[in-house]
């Protein structure tokens, strides 16, 4: 058989789950993912673990938080005064917000806490911190030209 290698054009399923074994993420809904190894459309460590694999061939990878999505940081989580928000729409827990920071570009916010007066909103990741365990099956290598 055939072995997949950097350039290669493969098709895979996966499974992404955290530890504690909450499934974040994978084809099953959408079906393969097609991508071209060397060409970081995925975590590096998937890559590599691509690298050498066979048609049918399954594999466990631990991406660790700081290669994923990195550590929580409390300094993501911020108050911002109810009068500052758009006013069609009242503010509700689990709500995506868009903010421009200072240095021009955007960050987006998940409002986790609402009071009369302000909103609490989280920039994190909703990964950020977690160590993910991704579950590899290369199902096609369409060789490198």
């Known amino acids: ?5 950097k350039g290669d054009v493969v098709v ?7 530890g504690d074994g909450r499934v974040v993420g994978g084809t099953e809904q959408a079906g393969p ?4 190894i060397g060409e ?28 994923a999505f990195g550590p929580r940081r409390d300094e993501m989580i911020i ?12 503010p509700q827990p689990g709500m995506s917000l868009a903010a421009q920071q200072q ?9 986790t ?3 009369e007066t302000t909103v609490t ?5 909703p990964l950020a911190g977690e160590d993910l365990h991704f579950g590899l099956t290369l199902v096609e290598i369409k060789q490198a030209a």
Do not use: C, W
């Open 12 to 18: 895979i399923n996966y499974t992404v789950r955290t």
């Open 121 to 125: 909103a989280d920039g994190n990741h």
């Open 33 to 36: 993912q097609t991508l071209t």
């Open 103 to 111: 240095d021009g570009s955007t960050v987006n916010l998940v409002i």
């Open 79 to 90: 108050e911002i005064p109810r009068a500052q928000l758009p006013q069609d729409q009242p």
């Open 113 to 115: 806490e609402v009071s």
């Open 40 to 67: 970081a459309a995925i975590f590096p460590a998937i890559e590599e673990a691509l690298e050498g694999m066979e048609v049918g061939a399954e594999k466990a990878v631990l991406i660790a938080s700081d290669n």
């Open 1 to 5: 058989m055939t072995a997949a290698k």
